[in-house]
């Protein structure tokens, strides 16, 4: 039976038997290794310890032969050469469409030596290769990264219980698809993770093999020139932000810097210091006919960019909707927007590289102009981004004939949403991959955005996290089921994959309105107000009453899948992530289970309520009408019904204070808060008789 293992290995080739630990059995580095693998070592000896209570001592050794049985971590420079033994080394290997099995045979002085190298896929810089046999474990990599991902692997394979664990016998050879696998955090639409929650995020991330982070900033960054910026809004300081690079090195990812720095800037330009740098009265973007402006970006940059060691600085700058509007409308009249928005870019990117770093920036300003291509200065990186199941992938193409290093960029889908578009993400995320194959890209950044006050919870997105980790390492898995139990498996080691089960039901629970959906339609009734906003027709929002039955169906289900994981799995993940909480995780799946199945019950009693009230209403909005409108109240039976909404309003209010709280900053909690207080008092309105008040 193979192991689950997540991303998926290029290949893997079952052996016979297995490698049983015991309390006797030493992790062994080679003599390249580092205090890099030291670290990897130690993951894989807290991953023992703590699912099969097996505490294995970490040595260094310059052969293996007379130790026994072993775990061995090989840099592949510690192999014999070529002439050792009559066979090829490390150095020998050579890239081969095939991908065949790397096998390991033992060599002089105890080490392996690469066979068939010439026959090979070369793993290069993060690959790794796994060889389990009844004698002894072998993980062998060019560099720590690819031991690193190796021991990951192994933490997956491991089959454990108390006082018992085992390796299956197996060959492995692995690579990665793309240099840049990424996720980006959005951090300033009113959600500011805790650091504790970043670190395990990190932690979460690196075992899964993604190898970049990035967290979409505005103005929550502590800037001490600028102080006014991100004010009690949660942000992240200066320290924060080194603590969490050093900490990402260990588990080699790397914290890239993210800031706008044209467009999005409504949070700042709002300021009134700041309002004078605004391209136009929306308080958008900033204005490039300005000089200040620069002044001002070169003060942001200044503090900023120096937290960060990665070279790569995603500026956004996308969506640049009113530029030309305001102060640089003679300037785009004289020069044209798109040379005034490539005059911008090179000012930044001079600004960023006064900091060693290299510009990368959204592509969707120059794809809907494509000859700013030609006046962009051809080291920038450009990231196509796009979020629906049927996007133009292709458009990835213009990018790379137009010379460019590419990213690919899709998303989770969990934003303005109850819980992740899970069909749309993973046809998107799917989608986008193959279209970064076929041209070129170095890179998948998989983006997890926050739009309206981030309601969303952060843990809701581990599902679109793993899949874009499989996908950009190995490609999309052809078998959904088969994804969601490995998922599982790598999240809390749930062997049932009833995790798996509920993320994808809970999924379901959107696909019933569509899977070529964009939009969230529970989320848009749950959050629209009562009565008037309901409108079954809708074209955003709409809905049948057979759509309602087969979200709430999804609904229920995933609650039973999640009630069994109460159940049979521990209240946190055996090993040192305490970010996976498993407890606080079911409870952010069953919340937006029952918000769901409120959402559906809500959309039917407002439907109701329309009907029975008077079609002449003048101006007065529903809630108006049914309090006061000609003395007039609701049905006692419909009045109760509503009183039975407002309780479980109020205890969704408190429970979505709760799960924010868990994992994040009090930050702008605020911005959903009031929205549950105003439909609060709608429910309230049409709760109480005309003669008693509010």
Not at 206 to 217: D, E, G, I, P, Y
Not at 266 to 290: F, T
Request: proline content about 5%; aromatic content about 10%; some cysteine.
């Amino acid at each position: 039976m193979s192991p689950s293992i997540l991303p998926l290995p290029r290949k893997v080739k079952p052996g016979e038997g297995r490698f049983d630990v015991g309390r006797s059995t030493p992790v062994v580095l080679s003599p390249s290794c580092d205090a890099a693998d030291r670290f990897a070592a130690g993951i894989l000896r807290e991953e023992i310890d703590a699912r099969a209570s097996i505490e294995l001592s970490v040595e260094k050794h310059g052969r293996t032969d007379g130790l026994g049985r072993h775990i061995l971590l090989l840099r592949l420079a510690d192999c014999p050469k070529k002439g050792a033994s009559g066979r090829a080394g490390a150095g020998a290997i050579r890239r081969a469409h095939d991908a065949r099995i790397l096998s390991l045979s033992k060599g002089a002085g105890g080490f392996p030596l690469v066979k068939g190298a010439g026959e090979a896929a070369k793993i290069g810089t993060e690959g790794y290769l796994v060889e389990v046999t009844p004698e002894r474990v072998v993980v062998a990599a060019n560099t720590s990264a690819g031991i690193f991902y190796g021991v990951q692997t192994l933490c997956q394979a491991l089959d454990a219980k108390p006082g018992r664990a085992n390796f299956p016998a197996m060959s492995i050879t692995d690579y990665p698809q793309f240099r840049y696998r990424g996720v980006m955090l959005d951090i300033c639409r009113g959600r500011v993770p805790t650091l504790k929650t970043l670190f395990g995020l990190v932690e979460y991330l690196a075992s899964m093999k993604v190898n970049c982070l990035q967290f979409h900033t505005e103005h929550t960054f502590a800037f001490r020139r600028h102080r006014d910026i991100g004010k009690n809004k949660g942000s992240l300081s200066p320290e924060n932000i080194m603590r969490l690079v050093e900490h990402a090195k260990l588990h080699h990812l790397e914290l890239q810097a993210n800031l706008q720095c044209f467009g999005h800037m409504s949070n700042i330009l709002s300021l009134p210091r700041y309002k004078d740098l605004a391209e136009s009265e929306r308080e958008w973007s900033v204005a490039p006919a300005r000089r200040e402006t620069y002044e001002f970006l070169d003060d942001l940059l200044s503090e900023y960019l120096p937290c960060f060691e990665a070279k790569v600085f995603n500026a956004n700058c996308d969506e640049v909707y009113d530029l030309g509007e305001g102060r640089s409308r003679k300037l785009v009249e004289r020069r044209g927007a798109g040379r005034v928005y490539a005059d911008h870019m090179k000012k930044v990117r001079a600004l960023a590289g006064k900091y060693g770093k290299r510009l990368a920036m959204w592509a969707d300003y120059v794809l809907k102009y494509p000859e700013t291509l030609k006046l962009l200065p051809k080291d920038v990186i450009l990231i196509n981004w796009g979020y629906a199941a049927r996007h133009d992938f292709n458009s990835t193409g213009k990018i790379a004939r137009a010379g460019f290093e590419h990213w690919v960029a899709p998303g989770t889908g969990s934003w303005s949403a109850l819980f992740p578009r899970i069909e749309v993400a993973c046809r998107n995320i799917a989608g986008f991959a193959a279209a970064g194959v076929r041209y070129g890209a170095t890179g998948l950044l998989n983006t997890d955005w926050g739009d309206g006050g981030h309601p969303n919870m952060l843990g809701a997105s581990f599902h679109g996290f793993a899949y874009g980790a499989e996908v950009s390492w190995s490609g999309p898995s052809k078998d959904p089921a088969d994804f969601d139990k490995r998922f599982a498996w790598a999240l809390v080691r749930d062997k049932a994959g009833l995790l798996g089960k509920a993320f994808r039901m809970l999924g379901g629970t959107n696909a019933a309105f569509g899977v070529e959906n964009y939009r969230s339609v529970p989320f848009r009734l749950y959050w629209a107000e009562f009565p008037d906003g309901i409108d079954r027709k809708s074209a955003e929002k709409g809905f049948s009453e057979a759509q309602l039955k087969k979200a709430e169906r999804a609904a229920w289900k995933a609650r039973s899948h999640i009630a069994e994981a109460r159940r049979s799995l521990p209240a946190s993940r055996p090993c040192l992530n305490s970010s996976l909480d498993t407890k606080l995780l079911l409870g952010e799946l069953d919340f937006a289970a029952r918000q769901t199945l409120f959402a559906c019950q809500k959309a039917r009693l407002a439907v109701r309520i329309q009907k029975a009230m008077p079609k002449e209403r003048g101006k007065a909005s529903l809630p108006e009408a049914a309090w006061g409108f000609g003395g007039m109240a609701l049905p006692e039976e419909l009045m109760k019904e509503v009183e039975v909404l407002l309780r479980e309003w109020r205890i969704h209010r408190d429970e979505f204070e709760r799960l924010w709280r868990a994992r994040s900053r009090q930050s702008e909690i605020e911005l959903r808060l009031r929205l549950y207080k105003t439909r609060e008092q709608e429910f309230a309105r049409l709760a109480t008789p005309p003669d008693e008040g509010c």
